[in-house]
Nanobody, 115 residues
Framework: QVQLVETGGGLAQPGGSLALSCTAY????????MGWYRQAPGKQRELVAS???????YYVDSVKGRFAISRNDAKNAVDLQMLGLKPDDTAVYFC?????????WGRGIQVTVSS
């Protein structure tokens, strides 16, 4: 059974940083395209960043230069380092497998950016 478990969310001040981690069970993340999504209140869920088995990364324009996605193969995890946080980054963040394989979602973790 596949499980994706997100950890590391919480509260940060504007300009601050947080690190999220997504640990996978039942699949090997180094063989999957993996992504981080977020959903803010009243908004559609959006893909924030993704990483391929070859470690090619994609970022939505709004986080370029501030967020970094990486993979920790020893922990079978995908991490998202978030710097220069803004109130607009407030959302529930989800880890997800990306096509071409089956789609699995984590349960999500809250990130709140507020002074």
């Amino acid at each position: 059974q596949v499980q994706l478990v997100e950890t590391g969310g919480g509260l940060a001040q504007p300009g601050g940083s947080l690190a999220l981690s997504c640990t996978a069970y039942g699949l090997i993340v180094s063989t999957w395209n993996m992504g981080w999504y977020r959903q803010a209140p009243g908004k559609q869920r959006e893909l924030v960043a993704s990483i391929t088995p070859n470690r090619e990364a994609y970022y939505v324009d709004s986080v370029k230069g501030r967020f970094a996605i990486s993979r920790n193969d020893a922990k079978n995890a995908v991490d998202l380092q978030m710097l220069g946080l803004k109130p607009d980054d407030t959302a529930v963040y989800f880890c997800k497998t990306l096509p071409p394989g089956e789609e699995y979602w984590g349960r999500g973790i809250q990130v709140t950016v507020s002074s």
